[in-house]
């Protein structure tokens, strides 16, 4: 397990960080949407006043712009994998978090938020310019009931000095009553923000933390709203004044576009801290934003899971939801069993999540690190008349794509870009390579300058080649 400050400290040690110093004259939300825009790295807000805020360590840079870094290295890192860890290796890492059938005793360690004597107005959460009161984001919400803690994730605002208004999943909301007592993690263990999101996402916030693989990896701590991780940052234990307020928002973090989530006003009882606290924020709504990746990663982490024990064999070999489109396609490269398996693979996939409206398959052996190569398959493998393959028009509609309003029905799409194995060999283009690009001449020639040439003297320069 990796706390949430050492874990900002390792992104900032692989220069994948950068410190700002206050005060901020353009809000920290609109600083934070302009870095990822730009798929520059993660910013820590350092300010004279209240908590030191950081955004975009859980998400990373734009795949459809050249970088060596993946969307999915910061979390790879905060989850104890290397940062250039492959996805599935990130994907099986997400999956172990959740319920299963055999998990560790938690492990219980002293709790690192031991200053007391602050109110909530002090900690001065970001507020955004068009905002009427200061926002939470990526938070964990915790509570004790008969059969354990449930996590779950929340954000809301923070509205005069003793009331949040927050959003969660209705699962967590009816497990509580007015009065009872919910405590609020911030800057929490990326596995256990990982988890919240992983439960909410996969609709199992009614399972206590208790029968999750997190327990093995999050040391714990009690607090009177349940157990959080004792290497929280912010702690602000709080009791549930109106469990229907008359709060609306249109702001809503990525994993409310998978379950539904509703209003909750609480009352602030006490606020705990580190010595120096810092905490992650996400500019909600906006592209490439942590909150989004978060969902995206977690819900391939499920599908991956689920499709590979369908059959009872792992014909695929990843599955992604790339920010860039914000979560409305999910791309899978898979071994195609049968011809007609990649039509079975598209409606699994539609049955077991609501976030996309587009399925497209390619080949196993497609890397996805390299989606250059993943959108080329598209359009190299997949004829618009033949292999993209729409729905009826009055399929449900899926959550995430802007275009669908007032869930409007419409057709869900699927594209193989596979090969498809039916396929002559002779059907098949061969792939590009040395052998098969050049005549046998030149090919001959470029072996005997090669085999000539004293690769130890080095390159000649540009006025050198010229004469």
């Not at 890397?367 to 008349?385: E, N």
């Amino acid at each position: 397990m990796i706390p949430f400050t050492q874990y900002v400290r390792g992104l900032a040690g692989d220069d994948d960080l950068v410190r700002l110093d206050g005060p901020f004259e353009i809000p920290v939300d609109a600083l934070a949407a302009e870095a990822l825009r730009a798929s520059g790295p993660a910013l820590r807000f350092q300010r004279s006043a209240g908590i030191d805020l950081v955004s975009g360590v859980f998400s990373g840079p734009d795949q459809t712009q050249h970088r060596e870094a993946r969307p999915w290295s910061r979390l790879s890192l905060g989850l104890g994998l290397d940062p250039e860890a492959a996805l599935v290796a990130l994907l099986e890492t997400i999956g172990d978090l959740g319920p299963a059938g055999e998990n560790p005793e938690p492990t219980y360690t002293g709790q690192e938020a031991s200053g007391t004597d602050m109110g909530v107005q002090d900690l001065q959460f970001p507020q955004g310019e068009t905002e009427t009161w200061p926002a939470v984001t990526l938070g964990v919400a915790s509570v004790s009931t008969a059969d354990g803690t449930h996590w779950a994730p929340v954000h809301g605002s923070v509205v005069g000095g003793d009331t949040l208004r927050v959003r969660v999943p209705d699962a967590l909301s009816s497990l509580v009553a007015a009065g009872t007592t919910m405590a609020i993690a911030l800057g929490v263990p990326p596995a256990a923000i990982t988890t919240a999101y992983l439960l909410a996402v996969t609709e199992q916030t009614a399972t206590p933390i208790q029968s999750c693989g997190v327990t093995g990896t999050v040391p714990l701590v009690p607090t009177n709203g349940g157990l959080v991780p004792s290497a929280t940052e912010v702690v602000i234990e709080t009791t549930v004044a109106d469990r229907q307020p008359d709060f609306r928002s249109d702001r809503r973090e990525g994993w409310e576009y998978v379950v539904a989530s509703g209003p909750l006003s609480l009352a602030v009882e006490s606020v705990r801290a580190t010595e120096n606290p810092v905490i992650p924020i996400s500019p909600v709504g906006c592209p490439l934003a942590d909150d989004s990746q978060l969902t995206g990663l977690v819900t391939a982490a499920t599908l991956y899971h689920r499709v590979n024990n369908y059959w009872g064999i792992s014909p695929v070999e990843w599955v992604m939801l790339p920010a860039e489109a914000e979560l409305g396609i999910c791309f899978v490269a898979s071994d195609i069993l049968y011809g007609g398996f990649e039509w079975q693979l598209a409606n699994i996939l539609f049955s077991f999540s609501s976030l996309f409206d587009t399925v497209v398959i390619v080949d196993e052996d497609v890397p996805p690190q390299d989606f250059g190569r993943v959108l080329a398959d598209v359009w190299l493998k997949s004829h618009p008349a033949r292999d993209w393959t729409f729905s009826e028009s009055d399929a449900p509609a899926a959550t995430r794509p802007h275009y669908r309003q007032n869930n409007e029905t419409g057709s869900r799409l699927y594209v193989n870009a596979a090969w498809d194995p039916r396929w002559k060999e002779t059907y098949i283009a061969p792939r590009v390579t040395f052998e098969n690009s050049f005549p046998s001449s030149v090919r001959d020639m470029a072996r005997v300058l090669w085999d000539d040439s004293d690769i130890t003297s080095g390159v000649r320069t540009e006025n050198e080649s010229s004469h």
